[in-house]
């Protein structure tokens, strides 16, 4: 395939970051998670992270021009210029018009919008039990896919921690920037004919076998095109 210039989709904890850190290693994408981003950015104290953090404990998004300007700064690098991985952006239609428009000056395509579906219930039952490695953020669930050692991360030992923003509160309030901001993105990608959708409910093994297949499939219709 040309380029795969991927973006995850979906309400928080349907497991864009799980699906997005195993899709990274197989692919050897750059792989841009802006929720990674902010919270790097509030831990190291950067005006980034000053702007962003108020939000982020609220459940509300960051503002518009803040994080676009991340984003189009990592896809102009060199480091993205044979694909990416976007988990988390775009959350807002502002945010994927300027998407679409960087794109287009770059005279790239995205690949696919890969929407992966699961219930408010089950975003519940995840955020509650996550958890977060305190260095690099790898991700755990104390039920789902719990670390060999309670409270100690497999990859690189350190201490794992509750994400400030997965208290019942916040998760609520998350869940409603979701379903008011970005859900009109399921819409914007299919109506540019690059929406897929995965059913996110299964296990995560199960659910990385669907994303896989569904980019072979999309590899396939390109070979037959050419
Ligand atoms: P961000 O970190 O992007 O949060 P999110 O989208 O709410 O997503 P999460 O990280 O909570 O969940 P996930 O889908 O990655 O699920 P995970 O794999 O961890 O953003 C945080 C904040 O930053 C935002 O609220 C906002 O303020 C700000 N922000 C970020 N981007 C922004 C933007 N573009 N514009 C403005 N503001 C922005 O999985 C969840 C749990 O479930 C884990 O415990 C995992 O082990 C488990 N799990 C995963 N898959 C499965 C499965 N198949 N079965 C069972 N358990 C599973």
Do not use: W
């Amino acid at each position: 395939m040309s380029e795969l210039n991927l973006i995850l989709l979906g309400p928080p904890g349907s497991g864009k970051g799980t699906q997005g850190e195993s899709l990274q290693e197989d692919l050897r994408l750059p792989y841009y998670a802006t929720g990674d981003i902010l919270r790097a950015a509030v831990k190291e104290g950067t005006e980034l992270g000053r702007k962003a953090k108020e939000y982020m404990d609220a459940g509300d998004l960051v503002p518009d021009e803040v994080i676009i300007a991340v984003i189009i700064e990592r896809i102009e690098g060199e480091e993205a210029s044979d694909g990416f991985i976007l988990d988390g952006f775009p959350r807002t239609v502002p945010q994927a018009e300027a998407l679409d428009e960087e794109m287009a000056k770059l005279d790239r395509p995205i690949t696919a919008a890969i929407l992966i579906d699961v219930s408010d219930e089950e975003v519940v039952r995840r955020l509650g039990g996550r958890r977060t490695c305190e260095a690099e953020g790898h991700v755990f669930h104390v039920e789902f896919n719990p670390p060999e050692k309670e409270g100690v991360c497999d990859v690189d030992g350190s201490k794992l921690i509750v994400r400030d923003d997965d208290k019942p509160e916040v998760i609520r309030k998350r869940l409603e920037t979701y379903h008011s901001k970005t859900e009109p993105l399921v819409d914007h990608y299919e109506r540019r004919g690059i929406l897929q959708h995965v059913d996110g409910t299964e296990s995560p093994a199960e659910v990385g076998e669907r994303v896989r297949g569904m980019l072979a499939t999309l590899r396939r219709e390109e070979e037959m095109e050419i």
